[in-house]
């Protein structure tokens, strides 16, 4: 396959950015986005050029470091599924592809392609988590969680945090993102004695740190995991609980 690739090239989050245009001659249907950058980046490297930088790491789909925008939507032409899944058996031999990093003022360009996405570690650090003592690996079973609980639970915490619902939503709210782990920590009994202490956390500071959300729904469209509109409620409901147990951290 001939690919013409534009790429956003920016030396760090002060320099001005701009696109290049590149060829590749030699690319295959069966590669996926990261290893046509690999290709490229081997062509840089070869003819003495700056290699572009990009996030990547398991290529599995599970971590979610990889996203990037191609042409103008999250990850890729394929919906639901993570950059590091998309082949180019879904492109056509000759075309134009058109890659920048992750567009959202929550999302700075660190290098290149690569973004700063340290303001949904911040959402995490603010009630993605249990300190109670929850036991050990025996105590698993003494609190039998009904089959349908725990699955919802699980649907949920299937986020790999990319990103890209920010991404693509046009207030770069990330409702779909924070209420997926709202949704996921309160249906567990493990999580329920912060559930109100939890909910304050991360409305703050998801508040704070991206858009508000019009529900647009563009974000379910582009989500690897599959997180339902759904859990955009969650966001809400969980705030309201919390509002109403102002002073109860369950």
């Known amino acids: 396959m001939k690919l013409t690739i534009e790429v956003w090239r920016q030396e760090d989050t002060t320099t001005k950015g701009r696109f290049v245009t590149y060829q590749v001659d030699d690319a295959t249907p069966e590669m996926s986005l990261p290893e046509l950058l690999d290709r490229l980046n081997d062509q840089l490297v ?141 249906t567990l009994p493990q999580g329920k004695p912060e559930r109100s202490k939890r909910a304050r956390g991360v409305v703050a500071t998801t508040e704070e740190e991206f858009g508000p959300c019009s529900v647009y729904a563009e974000c379910v469209e582009v989500c690897p995991a599959g997180i339902p509109i759904s859990a955009i409620s969650a966001v809400n409901r969980e705030a309201a609980r919390a509002a109403i147990r102002r002073n109860k951290d369950n």
């Open 46 to 186: 070869t003819a003495g050029e700056e290699p572009i930088a990009f996030d990547t790491d398991c290529r599995e789909g599970i971590c979610g470091t990889c996203g990037i925008t191609v042409n103008g939507v999250p990850h890729g032409k394929v919906p639901n599924t993570p950059t590091c899944r998309q082949n180019l058996r879904s492109y056509d031999d000759g075309e134009h592809l058109k890659l920048e990093p992750f567009r959202a003022a929550s999302f700075p360009v660190v290098r290149d392609l690569v973004v700063d996405r340290s303001a949904l570690d911040r959402v995490i650090a603010s009630g993605g988590y249990v300190s109670v003592d929850a036991g050990t690996a025996p105590d698993a079973d003494t609190r039998q969680i009904p089959f349908k609980v725990a699955e919802q639970a699980l649907d949920f915490s299937a986020c790999i945090g990319c990103g890209a619902c920010i991404a693509a939503c046009p207030n770069g709210a990330a409702h779909l993102f924070a209420g997926a782990l709202l949704s996921h920590m309160s």
